[in-house]
């Protein structure tokens, strides 16, 4: 039998509102746009758990990726976990956590931590500082938004290898004086391991593209063996097209083969 018209109006609507509902970005139910919360480095201030606020230690921090993820650590593990953003609700799936053993205090921050960040929280985002909290005030993340250092001017110490999908410290013993600075004047200069070097360099940010020109010139020290080994491998490296990857302190440079290295930034100059 037919279904009466009115109940099929009905239904086409209800189908058309929840459509509207599912569009891109996940926006709240009023339509308010959702908290822009990627592309930015969260250190975490402090959480708060029935009534007790806990500082955060040093290196506790929170990263969104555009990929529905969050990474970071408590100041001792490592973590991550699904987000999904609607207006200003933040959903957290609970996080996955390496298993490194922690000092006393930071345990205690971590288990806090760790129940505070998940669920859905209310987010309010206010002059570079975003709460997350529960519906009844329970739980609180406070994080304070960190940006990116910058790529020119920057002091960056070599600290790993990359080849291809594939991370590796730098040789032992080869890696203590390796580092680089790319200037405002075009120049990038520093040390590859034993012999200082400079050579010019063009910057496309645009592009995310660092192209040395031509081999660098470079002192003429002895070198160790992992310092030669590390010296060569970098000199090479340094000629050429690279592609560049900034993830706040850290640098990541790699060639067309997928052959480069990580650094992580200094003081600045």
Request: glycine share 14%; charged share 20%; proline share 6%.
């Amino acid at each position: 039998m037919p279904k009466p018209r009115s109940t099929l109006a009905a239904a086409v609507l209800l189908a058309l509102l929840t459509a509207c509902g599912q569009g891109a970005g996940g926006g709240g139910a009023a339509g308010d746009p959702d908290l822009p919360l990627t592309g930015t480095h969260w250190t975490v201030a402090a959480v708060t758990v029935d009534g007790s606020r806990s500082p955060a230690p040093d290196g506790a921090a929170v990263a969104f990726a555009e990929n529905g993820r969050a990474q970071g650590s408590t100041g001792c593990n490592h973590f991550g976990a699904g987000v999904t953003v609607a207006g200003a609700t933040v959903t957290v799936s609970p996080a996955e956590v390496t298993e490194m053993g922690c000092p006393d205090e930071r345990q205690r921050f971590e288990t806090a931590f760790l129940a505070a960040f998940t669920g859905p929280l209310d987010g309010t985002l206010a002059d570079g500082a975003l709460t997350l909290a529960s519906a009844d005030g329970t739980k609180k993340v406070e994080l304070t938004a960190e940006p990116s250092v910058p790529l020119r001017g920057t002091a960056w110490k070599v600290d790993g290898l990359v080849s291809g999908d594939t991370a590796a410290s730098l040789p032992e013993g080869g890696g203590e004086k390796a580092r680089f600075v790319i200037g405002e004047d075009g120049r990038i200069t520093g040390n590859l391991g034993c012999n200082g070097f400079s050579a010019t360099a063009k910057l496309d940010e645009k592009a995310r593209t660092l192209t040395v020109e031509g081999p660098a010139a470079t002192t003429r020290m002895m070198c160790t063996g992992p310092q030669m080994a590390l010296e060569t491998k970098l000199y090479e490296l340094l000629d050429g097209p690279l592609s560049y990857r900034l993830d706040h302190r850290t640098l990541t440079l790699t060639d067309g083969s997928g052959e480069g290295l990580t650094a992580v930034a200094g003081a600045a100059r």
